[in-house]
Nanobody
Framework: QVQLVESGGGLVQPGGSLRLSCTIS???????????VGWYRQGSGPQRELVAA???????HYKESVKGRFTISRENAEKTVNLQMNHLEPEDTAVYYC????????WGQGTQVTVAS
Protein backbone atom coordinates (compact mmCIF):
# COMPACT_ATOMS: atom_id res chain seq x y z
CA GLN A 1 0.00 0.00 0.00
CA VAL A 2 1.43 3.34 -1.08
CA GLN A 3 1.51 5.96 1.66
CA LEU A 4 2.57 9.60 1.57
CA VAL A 5 3.30 11.40 4.83
CA GLU A 6 3.85 15.14 4.88
CA SER A 7 5.67 17.12 7.54
CA GLY A 8 7.02 20.61 8.08
CA GLY A 9 3.89 22.71 8.17
CA GLY A 10 3.19 25.29 10.84
CA LEU A 11 2.72 28.95 11.64
CA VAL A 12 5.13 31.47 10.17
CA GLN A 13 5.20 35.24 9.86
CA PRO A 14 4.94 36.94 6.48
CA GLY A 15 8.32 36.94 4.80
CA GLY A 16 9.36 33.78 6.60
CA SER A 17 10.26 30.34 5.29
CA LEU A 18 9.12 26.77 5.72
CA ARG A 19 10.27 23.51 4.25
CA LEU A 20 7.71 20.80 3.63
CA SER A 21 8.75 17.19 3.24
CA CYS A 22 6.88 14.17 2.00
CA THR A 23 8.06 10.63 2.59
CA ILE A 24 6.70 7.88 0.36
CA SER A 25 6.47 4.22 1.28
CA UNK A 26 5.00 1.17 -0.39
CA UNK A 27 6.86 1.49 -3.70
CA UNK A 28 10.42 0.79 -4.75
CA UNK A 29 12.95 3.51 -5.46
CA UNK A 30 12.92 2.47 -9.12
CA UNK A 31 9.14 2.86 -9.34
CA UNK A 32 9.29 6.16 -7.48
CA UNK A 33 11.75 7.51 -10.02
CA UNK A 34 9.16 7.24 -12.78
CA UNK A 35 6.47 9.21 -10.98
CA UNK A 36 5.74 12.91 -11.27
CA VAL A 37 5.76 14.39 -7.78
CA GLY A 38 3.89 17.49 -6.78
CA TRP A 39 2.52 19.73 -4.08
CA TYR A 40 -1.03 21.00 -4.12
CA ARG A 41 -2.83 23.24 -1.70
CA GLN A 42 -6.36 23.99 -0.67
CA GLY A 43 -7.10 27.29 0.99
CA SER A 44 -10.47 28.81 1.75
CA GLY A 45 -11.80 27.99 -1.72
CA PRO A 46 -13.23 24.65 -2.86
CA GLN A 47 -10.53 23.86 -5.38
CA ARG A 48 -7.25 22.11 -4.67
CA GLU A 49 -4.64 23.87 -6.79
CA LEU A 50 -1.27 22.83 -8.11
CA VAL A 51 1.59 24.64 -6.43
CA ALA A 52 4.59 22.85 -7.92
CA ALA A 53 5.33 19.66 -9.81
CA UNK A 54 8.51 17.87 -10.78
CA UNK A 55 8.54 15.27 -13.53
CA UNK A 56 10.84 12.28 -13.55
CA UNK A 57 12.93 13.91 -16.28
CA UNK A 58 13.50 17.00 -14.16
CA UNK A 59 10.98 19.40 -15.71
CA UNK A 60 9.30 21.61 -13.14
CA HIS A 61 6.00 23.47 -13.14
CA TYR A 62 5.06 26.19 -10.68
CA LYS A 63 1.94 28.17 -9.94
CA GLU A 64 2.63 31.67 -11.21
CA SER A 65 2.30 33.32 -7.82
CA VAL A 66 4.97 31.11 -6.20
CA LYS A 67 7.61 31.32 -8.93
CA GLY A 68 10.88 32.56 -7.52
CA ARG A 69 9.75 31.85 -3.95
CA PHE A 70 9.11 28.10 -3.86
CA THR A 71 11.37 25.28 -4.97
CA ILE A 72 10.36 21.66 -5.38
CA SER A 73 12.94 18.89 -5.18
CA ARG A 74 13.05 15.12 -4.90
CA GLU A 75 15.48 12.57 -3.53
CA ASN A 76 14.80 9.37 -5.40
CA ALA A 77 17.03 7.16 -3.27
CA GLU A 78 15.14 8.22 -0.16
CA LYS A 79 11.74 8.52 -1.84
CA THR A 80 11.15 12.00 -0.52
CA VAL A 81 9.74 15.17 -2.02
CA ASN A 82 10.46 18.59 -0.59
CA LEU A 83 9.01 22.05 -1.04
CA GLN A 84 11.15 24.95 0.10
CA MET A 85 8.93 27.97 0.61
CA ASN A 86 10.54 31.39 1.04
CA HIS A 87 9.10 34.88 1.32
CA LEU A 88 5.80 33.44 2.45
CA GLU A 89 2.69 35.57 2.14
CA PRO A 90 -0.67 35.38 3.93
CA GLU A 91 -2.17 34.20 0.63
CA ASP A 92 -0.03 31.06 0.90
CA THR A 93 -2.06 29.92 3.90
CA ALA A 94 -3.58 26.55 3.06
CA VAL A 95 -3.43 22.84 3.65
CA TYR A 96 -0.62 21.49 1.49
CA TYR A 97 -0.85 18.01 -0.02
CA CYS A 98 1.87 15.85 -1.45
CA UNK A 99 0.96 14.06 -4.69
CA UNK A 100 2.44 11.15 -6.59
CA UNK A 101 1.21 10.75 -10.15
CA UNK A 102 1.98 7.93 -12.54
CA UNK A 103 0.00 4.87 -13.42
CA UNK A 104 -1.98 5.72 -10.30
CA UNK A 105 -2.58 8.89 -8.31
CA UNK A 106 -1.69 9.06 -4.62
CA TRP A 107 -2.21 11.75 -1.99
CA GLY A 108 -0.92 12.50 1.45
CA GLN A 109 -3.14 13.56 4.33
CA GLY A 110 -2.06 17.20 4.15
CA THR A 111 -0.17 19.59 6.39
CA GLN A 112 -1.38 23.02 7.46
CA VAL A 113 0.63 26.11 6.59
CA THR A 114 -0.47 29.36 8.17
CA VAL A 115 1.18 32.67 7.31
CA ALA A 116 0.19 35.37 9.75
CA SER A 117 1.75 38.04 11.95
Amino acid sequence: QVQLVESGGGLVQPGGSLRLSCTISGISTIEFGFYTVGWYRQGSGPQRELVAALQSGGITHYKESVKGRFTISRENAEKTVNLQMNHLEPEDTAVYYCNLKGNANYWGQGTQVTVAS
